[in-house]
């Protein structure tokens, strides 16, 4: 039997919330192992051609990617979208509409966190952002981290930055139909990220995942950063009751923050159907198989 490959398919760069650049993330991922990659910056896709040069000219395949942000029965789900044509007009657009609030956002998160005594956050979350369109709650943590109100982004998140408290602003993103549409007529799959991150009741969760099915979405993240190992378990269940291919991805964001690297997760149960199975035409191939094979060609 082939053993399974190393494949990350959701990852973050300065084009979102990440610190690393898409080609410092390349060599990350390479250096870890991966064989196919996917950068999945939040609700922006400027970055998947500098990833896709950068991945194949050190021998790693690579899948277009993103995480687009929903608003779903008043909580914030995100969808992944790999494998779609990176120059489609509609995605492009609705990647765009869905940025569209964060500033305004970002004012009102600051103007909550002033109400605590926590001053000029804006600009000072601002100053982390690599991209200003794309101004979220991560830059606002490293912000409270830097000037000392927190020791560690988590712990902001937890105090400030989550419902109920000072610094949360509840935000209207994408539809679910849309997003999946999006990324579907782009000619790529959506995969619903994270499930156990969600705090949906059994049957508001049953309400995702089926309406994610009729509009077409595909996917389901098992093997995530973001959950157990008994997750990896009940999602597995879900993939295969809903009838879902299976994703595997770090979403590594940077490596003083992260506490899962990238290209290191467990592999997938073997009874799952990968995505990257269904997406093979959709692979963009390594230049060559490996940076060591050019190397001794070279002798
Ligand atoms: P935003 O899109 O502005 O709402 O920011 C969401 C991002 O914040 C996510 O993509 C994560 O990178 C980060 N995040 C959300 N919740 C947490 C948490 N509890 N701890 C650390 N980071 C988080
Ligand atoms: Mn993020
Ligand atoms: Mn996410
Ligand atoms: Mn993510």
Redesign the pocket.
């Known amino acids: 039997m082939t053993p399974p490959i190393n494949a990350d398919l959701h990852s ?1 760069s300065t084009v979102s ?1 990440g610190t690393l650049t898409p080609e410092e993330l390349a060599g990350r991922a390479k250096a870890n192992g991966v064989a196919l990659w996917a950068l999945t910056d ?1 609700d922006e896709i400027g970055g998947q051609v500098r990833a896709a040069a950068a991945a194949r000219a050190l021998g790693m395949d690579y899948l277009t990617g993103v995480e687009i ?1 929903v608003s779903f029965l008043h909580q ?1 789900v995100h969808i992944v979208g790999l494998g779609f044509d990176a120059d489609n007009a509609a995605l492009i657009n609705g990647l765009r509409q869905t940025r569209g609030g964060r500033e305004q956002r970002a004012r009102e998160m600051a103007e909550g966190l002033a109400k605590v005594g926590i001053h000029g956050a804006f600009e000072g979350a601002l100053k982390f952002a690599g991209n200003r369109d794309l101004i ?3 830059h606002f ?1 490293r912000f409270l981290v830097e000037s000392g109100v927190c020791r560690e ?2 712990e902001v ?2 105090k400030y930055l ?1 419902e109920g408290k000072p610094g949360f602003v509840e935000h209207r993103w994408a539809s679910l139909r849309d997003a999946v549409t999006w990324i579907t007529q782009a000619g790529g799959m959506a995969v619903i990220a994270h499930p156990a991150r969600y705090k949906f009741s059994a049957n508001e969760e049953f309400a995702l995942f089926t309406e994610f099915k009729g509009h077409g979405g595909r996917g389901v993240e098992v093997v995530t950063g973001s959950h157990t190992p008994a997750e990896y378990i009940s999602y597995a269940d879900t993939a295969r009751e809903f009838g879902l291919a299976a994703s595997r991805g770090s979403d590594f ?1 940077s490596p003083n923050e992260s506490h899962t690297e990238i290209g290191t997760l467990p592999s997938l149960a073997a009874a799952l159907t990968p995505v990257w199975e269904l997406l093979a035409q959709r692979i963009q191939v390594a230049s060559s198989p490996s940076l060591e094979v050019d190397a001794s060609a070279a002798h």
């Open positions: 973050h919330d939040h942000s914030t979220s709650r991560t943590a982004t988590y998140f937890r989550t964001h």
